[in-house]
């Protein structure tokens, strides 16, 4: 549905060298798919969602939707779209502003409010329908937010930073959210930098890093690692048996820290527990896609 071909954006300067903001950028997004962008601040993915949705262009390569340009495809189609902040005025109130929103949606007359209600209980803002955004909270201007992306049927949906100031039974409730807007007709775009959400919600999470896309992963295939990787291990008893089973391992109280394959893995526990040590848990110590993300970006 969504294909970049060598993509690239450089903000200009009259006084000095532009900016490369977008270098090169190859991607598609398919019908069916939920793909997460992720990077670090200044990587390029606001960039990349501008051109998106046909408010930047392309100085170079070719970016389409559906085989059109964005700007003619939005203005067609439309797009499901929650920013990262929020700026409408805040004076006014919750479902005053859905109601402005659904007009410029284009959703008939006749069943705005039938699909104003259906998105306020999706997001569970009843009780704050009638106050003003300046009177929300963070979380709470995030859910009409996400109520107002969530009003018209869109075959493209993009939301940028969705669980910013959700709490974490809400941030619980917008995994639910994605699987159901989920479908075969369908393309969800996440950028966000809570890996572990995009690692729940995605099925490939494209890696950006100084305008370019370092990596894309594969979530769904346990992020393509299959290297050796951090273990954190919890026990109950002897925990310098298991970090004498494992080089370079290190302990505190009863959590233990080593590097190793799975293989290695199950020999050092093995060895650990003929030694005495009683084994609770054994955990990566950060998910694959967080292992991915620091292979791939450079610190700065």
């Not at 699987?179 to 729940?200: K, M, P, Q, T």
């Amino acid at each position: 549905m969504i294909v970049l071909d060598n993509v690239s954006k450089t903000y200009r300067s009259w006084r000095g060298p532009g900016v490369r903001a977008v270098s090169n950028v190859t991607l598609e997004l398919k019908r069916g798919e939920v793909l997460g962008i992720a990077g670090p601040n200044g990587a390029g993915k606001s960039t990349l969602i501008a051109m998106l949705l046909g408010m930047l262009t392309p100085d170079e390569g070719e970016l389409t939707i559906d085989g059109m340009p964005p700007r003619r495809y939005v203005e067609r189609n439309g797009v499901a779209y929650l920013p990262e902040l929020m700026t409408w005025p805040l004076t006014w109130r919750s479902d005053e502003a859905l109601k402005r929103m659904a007009v410029l949606a284009g959703i008939p007359a006749e069943r705005r409010d039938a699909e104003i209600e259906r998105v306020i209980e999706a997001v569970g803002i009843g009780e704050h329908r009638r106050k003003k955004l300046k009177a929300l909270s963070k979380g709470n201007l995030q859910r009409v937010g996400l109520a107002h992306a969530l009003l018209a049927d869109r075959a493209m949906v993009i939301f940028d930073e969705p669980t910013h100031g959700l709490d974490p039974v809400w941030t619980a409730r917008f995994r639910d959210i994605v699987a159901g807007i989920r479908r075969a007709d369908r393309a969800v775009l996440i950028a966000s930098h809570n890996l572990d959400e995009l690692e729940r919600l995605c099925d490939r999470v494209a890696i950006v890093d100084r305008g370019a896309i370092q990596r894309v992963v594969e979530v769904r295939t346990d992020a393509g690692i299959t290297a050796a990787r951090r273990w954190r291990i919890r026990v109950t008893q002897a925990p310098d048996a298991v970090a004498a089973a494992f080089e370079g391992a290190t302990f505190n109280g009863m959590d233990v820290e080593c590097t190793a394959d799975v293989a290695g893995l199950n020999a050092g526990l093995a060895t650990a527990i003929n030694a005495g040590a009683l084994v609770v848990a054994v955990a990566p110590a950060e998910s694959s896609l967080e292992e991915a993300f620091r292979s791939a970006v450079t610190l700065r």
